[in-house]
């Protein structure tokens, strides 16, 4: 089975500090995105990246980095975070179809972010 | 613009009972849609996946249908179960664009 990972479950921030969001794949996926939900607005795409090294503004990028120096990860950093960041973080991952599932989104468990 | 919209917002039914939820969507060009389940606190798991080509879709006693021509999808879930108890979310591809529904909160009364 798929398996994306995320560093953490729940986590407390201070307003200002340095965040980052890890997500693991292990079925060598090019593709990767970081989602944020809140409720009532659904998921966001925040940032995707197609491969190493590469990356893409989703929707909402403001206040958010990405880095791929990796296949299997792919990190989410949130420079100087802030009260309007708190959110469920969720992370996903996609095969180009020649790995099993085809073009399917397989996502991580979510990381709750609180910034204080 | 790329639009999916789910109704209801949520839905409170009681274990055993039936429900269906609804996905209109606006994406075009159109390549797959997807029901993904998604339990509080977890990341969304996915149910189904139609393409074009398909109008009904059934995954245990979950049954997905698709009408491209109206552009409408629905999820009938039957017999519930407490562990239904989730959030539904529609998610349209196009050809290079991914657009997902707000979800259907499912609450399953014993």
């Known amino acids: 089975d798929v398996k994306v990972t995320q560093s953490s479950r729940y986590l407390v921030k201070r307003t200002g500090e340095k965040v980052f969001l890890e997500c693991v794949q292990d079925m060598d996926h090019e593709n990767m995105f970081w989602y944020r939900q809140d409720p009532g607005l659904g998921l966001r795409l925040i940032y995707f990246?197609?491969?190493?090294?590469?990356?893409e503004k989703g929707d909402i990028p403001e206040g958010y980095s990405v880095s791929r120096e990796k296949k299997e990860r792919f990190s989410l950093i949130l420079e100087s975070a802030s009260t309007n960041q708190t959110s469920m973080y969720l992370c996903?991952?996609?095969?180009?179809?020649?790995?099993?599932?085809?073009?399917?989104?397989?996502f991580g468990p979510g990381t709750r972010l609180t910034v204080t | 613009k790329n639009q999916v919209e789910q109704s209801p917002q949520s839905l409170i039914i009681l274990e055993g009972k039936n429900c269906t939820l609804q996905?209109?969507?606006?994406?075009?060009?159109?390549?797959?849609l997807r029901w993904y389940k998604q339990d509080t606190g977890r990341g969304p798991v996915s149910l189904t996946i139609?393409?074009?080509?398909?109008n009904t879709k059934s995954n245990g006693r979950y049954t997905a249908t698709l009408d491209a021509d109206t552009k409408q999808s629905s999820l009938h879930i039957t017999a519930s179960q407490l562990s239904d108890s989730a959030s539904y979310i529609c998610v349209v591809r196009g050809y290079s664009t991914l657009t997902f529904g707000k979800g259907t909160m499912l609450l399953v009364s014993p």
């Open positions: 990246s197609y491969d190493v090294k590469m990356k």
């Open positions: 996903a991952s996609r095969s180009l179809g020649r790995h099993r599932g085809g073009y399917e989104q397989y």
């Open positions: 139609m393409t074009f080509s398909e």
């Open positions: 996905c209109n969507y606006t994406v075009s060009p159109f390549s797959n």
